[in-house]
């Protein structure tokens, strides 16, 4: 089915770890983004692309690290893990005439 | 400041009774709202977009309208199963990605 898929659901990492969030859509679409969503606190955007080889900064992108190598795929990588980052993570993506953003079904991160 | 603000936080209701959800903005040049439905443990559900005061969509019980300020989303005769987070974005200015409010929980009782 076309969509976004996001790898894994859960996750536990131990403070200071560091990881990878995968992110792949098969809908050739050109933006794709992150965001975090916590409670009280809404969907913030962490950092997104407008094409292969071309990423930027949202609102929250501190302790965090993005790619884009490949239209498809649009990886967050988080350096050294911290309790701050405990949440849930979506993402997101759109064609040229932003007609509706595309998200996945999340990860859960949980730093301990 | 720009900011997208949702009302109520949460809202109750019987089935059947209806009601308004409301989205307001304060940003300059918009250029596209986003209605979307959340349910506990997924992602966002695409529901409507709209891109210039006076427009409306409707899909099944609901409805989404703009104005310069605003937008509502109307929910007609709602069932149980229209039980979800109902979360507004918007797009603007020259940005890419989308600002979003913080969400009105609604409750539908049977």
């Known amino acids: 089915n076309a969509g976004v898929t996001q790898t894994p659901k859960f996750q536990v990492l131990k403070t200071g770890q560091s990881m990878t969030l995968q992110c792949a859509q098969d809908m050739n679409h050109e933006y794709m983004s992150w965001y975090r969503q916590d409670p009280g606190m809404g969907l913030r955007l962490i950092h997104y692309s407008v094409g292969a080889g071309i990423t930027d900064q949202g609102e929250v992108p501190n302790g965090y690290n993005v790619s884009r190598s490949t239209t498809e795929d649009f990886p967050l990588r988080l350096l050294s893990a911290a309790p701050s980052q405990t949440s849930v993570y979506f993402c997101?993506?759109?064609?040229?005439?932003?007609?509706?953003?595309?998200f996945g079904s999340g990860t859960r991160l949980t730093v301990v | 400041e720009d900011q997208v603000t949702q009302s109520p936080e949460a809202l109750r209701l019987q089935e059947g009774e209806s009601s308004s959800l409301n989205c307001s903005y304060t940003v300059s040049g918009l250029r596209g709202l986003f209605w979307y439905r959340q349910d506990p443990g997924k992602g966002p559900e695409f529901l409507f977009t709209l891109y210039s005061a006076g427009e409306e969509k409707e899909k099944e019980r609901l409805k989404a309208t703009l104005t310069k300020k605003e937008s509502f989303l109307h929910i007609t005769a709602p069932k149980p199963e229209d039980s979800a987070t109902y979360l507004c974005?918007?797009?603007?200015?020259?940005?890419?990605?989308?600002?979003f409010g913080g969400g009105t929980r609604l409750m539908v009782k049977p």
């Open positions: 997101a993506s759109t064609g040229q005439g932003f007609y509706g953003y595309t």
């Open positions: 974005a918007v797009l603007y200015n020259a940005g890419n990605m989308l600002t």
